[in-house]
């Protein structure tokens, strides 16, 4: 069948979210030079809101798919997984079309009042058909990993992404000439066309495999007691959606109302409401995207991490557990923290090359230093909801928001600080939602990190950014761009010899690769 090990679905995500961000970075590169810092502030204003909506309507729907139809397909029972799936999808499209509604007839004073730029309803009214297209193709995908099939959901990505790049800059730049606020909405549009793709692409992927499914199960159930067997699977479905929805909607809130009340702590600062769109732009359209960047191996991880420990927890298997929760860790920090230092170093000619704005890599030098926190966090969730624990992770998220939300209140409507004070904040939600994450998981599993694995993988970082810092500062060649290039490769290429020097990864994860190990 389809089914891959974790090792192999996380390496089929990893490939294709890895061409997936480099892929974005084409929009994130071209669009400011399209519509401007400010235009890309208009359309990160209206995105927080997005995020809100869709953790409502999808939230932990997703993962109660995965957890439901992984312990359905182990039981053999393929009708059980079937009316996971069509439970699910009732609610989505239910919760899209009346939330839809609302966005529709309330964007006008959103725009005007929360967001303090009314520009930025033509970009609310463009992602509205979003929520109906992201809802469905969640469940899809959530469907999917239940069955440990990543093949379906890296290809819908590769499609939305490919797809969303070509829509967003054709749409805004034709749309430019009538004015920033429309070249804005148009961007968005472009990511509304993009996820119809990746919708299209996993639905026939959906009708392509199931006839599969259903021969390889071959239980038969009796059809008798369908309403009932109904109401188990929605209450079950329930019981593991609402919490996880609770935790992801605070996180999602959070980021929703940070957006409100950066442009209000910056009108208090004496700051125009035109420049704090565009610091707004510059912070989440330009500084968080490479920040994410190498994210990119701990979401793959993450997603591939729910199904199996979730077996694991069935079995009351701690042992592999732990296995599978120390890979995800020591993956995510010795891929991490490279990036991580050579942010910090560099930062000035990554945003200039970039972006052509060489001030914005002041921000990203300040926020460098937690990166590695926030690699580590999604691991740290998905064990949290893979074991039962969604609650805690809920609880962890409210605190980490909370003071992110009072310090910007504190520090953005200081004149002295300003956008500075907003990421000072956002630093500080990092930090501590990573280290509460981590008590929870010790507390829980018993686990515990390898003092070893963090002080060698911080040498060999240490390492590699000396050497960045000092390609780059030396004189040897007249050309910023090509001492730029040196110094990243130069710096990768010494932080790959001390991972093999110091056996940060040995010849055992290199058998568990998706290649035959003798190969």
């Known amino acids: 069948m389809t089914k891959q090990s974790f090792i192999r679905g996380t390496m089929i995500l990893l490939a294709a979210g890895l061409l997936n961000r480099i892929l974005g970075f084409v929009p994130r590169i071209t669009l400011p030079r399209v519509v401007g810092a400010e235009g890309v502030g208009l359309y990160q204003l209206g995105y927080p809101l997005l995020v809100v909506l869709l953790t409502v309507i999808t939230g932990g729907i997703p993962l109660a798919v995965a957890k439901l139809v992984a312990a359905a397909e182990s039981e053999g029972n393929e009708r059980k997984a079937k009316d996971v799936l069509r439970l699910s999808l009732a609610l989505a499209v239910a919760l899209a079309v009346v939330f839809t509604g609302a966005l529709l007839l309330g964007a006008r004073w959103m725009s005007q009042e929360l967001l303090n730029d009314e520009r930025v309803y033509y970009t609310l009214l463009a992602m509205s058909p979003m929520l109906l297209i992201v809802g469905v193709s969640a469940v899809f995908r959530g469907y999917f990993q239940g069955r440990q099939n990543m093949v379906p959901t890296a290809l819908s990505q590769t499609a939305e992404t490919v797809a969303r790049i070509i829509a967003m800059l054709v749409f805004a730049y034709f749309l430019l000439p009538y004015g920033v606020a429309f070249a804005a909405a148009g961007a968005m549009f472009g990511v509304t066309v993009g996820e119809v793709c990746g919708l299209a692409v996993i639905v026939y992927q959906y009708f392509r495999t199931r006839s599969a499914y259903k021969a390889y199960h071959t239980a038969a159930i009796g059809v008798s007691g369908a309403p009932r067997r109904l109401a188990a699977s929605f209450k079950e479905m329930l019981r593991i959606a609402v919490p996880v929805t609770g935790s992801r909607m605070v996180g999602s809130a959070s980021y929703f109302l940070e957006s409100v009340m950066t442009v209000k702590a910056l009108a208090i600062a004496g700051v125009a ?6 610091q707004y732009g510059s912070l989440q359209g330009m500084v968080i995207p490479v920040l994410l960047l190498p994210g990119v191996l701990t979401y793959s991880l ?27 860790l020591r993956l995510a920090l010795v891929s991490g923290a490279p990036f991580a230092v050579l942010m910090y170093v560099l930062a ?18 300040l926020m460098a230093p937690v990166a590695v926190f926030l690699y580590f966090q999604g691991p740290l969730q ?14 962890n998220t409210f605190y980490g928001a909370a003071i992110k939300l009072t310090l910007i209140y504190l520090l953005a409507t200081q004149p002295e600080f300003g956008i500075y004070g907003v990421l000072a904040a956002i630093n500080v939600n990092i930090a501590l939602v990573t280290i509460l994450h981590w008590n929870s998981v010790v507390r829980l599993v018993k686990y515990y990190f390898p003092l070893g694995d963090v002080l060698k993988t911080a040498v060999a970082a240490g390492a590699s950014g000396w050497a960045a810092h000092a390609i780059f500062l030396g004189e040897w060649h007249p050309s910023p761009l090509l001492r730029f290039l040196s110094a990243g490769v130069g710096a990768v ?3 790959l010899v001390f991972v093999v020097l110091l056996k940060l990864v040995d010849k055992d994860d290199v058998g568990r690769l998706p290649f035959p190990r003798r190969k």
């Open 382 to 395: 998905a064990t949290l909801q893979a074991l039962d624990r969604p609650g805690t992770a809920l609880l």
């Open 302 to 328: 993450s997603v591939s991490l729910v199904p199996t420990l979730a077996e694991a927890a069935a079995r009351g298997d701690t042992r592999l557990i732990h296995k599978r929760l120390h890979q995800s």
């Open 493 to 495: 290429a010494l932080y």
């Open 273 to 278: 409401v035109a420049a704090a769109t565009t």
């Open 348 to 365: 000035e000619p990554i945003c200039f090359y970039l972006y052509n704005d060489a001030e914005v890599g002041g921000m990203l030098k």
